[in-house]
């Protein structure tokens, strides 16, 4: 397994922004699918937004479309999520994640989980 080391959370009031990082270490995840998830409190785990390997292809979430922009960096094995016009109903704890094939939406097709970060945001 990939570890996975989220970072970037915090408080932010609503219209805010916040930049979420995910670095892995021990081996290279270049040729990996990430995504990132996130959970609020009694909720199931959701999608939020996924890149490719090569970075070509990237789907979001309806709720976030628009406002959030994940991109990676091969070279230095991380993967980013930058979160804008943030609203008091995208707190939860974000995690990123890794699948060693094609894009998907679906949190069970990822093998590799960050520990996560949370993000609040405040009316």
């Known amino acids: 397994q990939v570890p996975l080391v989220e970072s970037g959370g915090g408080l932010v009031q609503a219209g805010g922004s916040l930049r979420l990082s995910c670095a892995a270490s021990?081996?290279?995840?270049?040729?990996?699918?990430m995504g990132w998830f996130r959970q609020a409190p009694g909720k199931e785990r959701e999608f939020v937004a996924v890149?490719?390997?090569?970075?070509?292809?990237?789907y979001y979430a309806d709720s976030v479309k628009g406002r959030f922009t994940i991109s990676r960096d091969n070279a230095k094995n991380t993967v980013a999520l930058q979160m804008n016009s943030l609203k008091p109903e995208d707190t939860a704890v974000y995690y990123c994640?890794?699948?060693?094939?094609?894009?998907?939406?679906?949190?069970?097709?990822?093998?590799?989980w960050g520990q996560g970060t949370q993000v609040t945001v405040s009316s």
């Open positions: 994640a890794a699948r060693w094939q094609g894009v998907t939406t679906t949190p069970s097709d990822y093998t590799d």
């Open positions: 890149i490719s390997w090569g970075g070509g292809m990237k």
């Open positions: 021990g081996r290279t995840f270049s040729n990996a699918a």
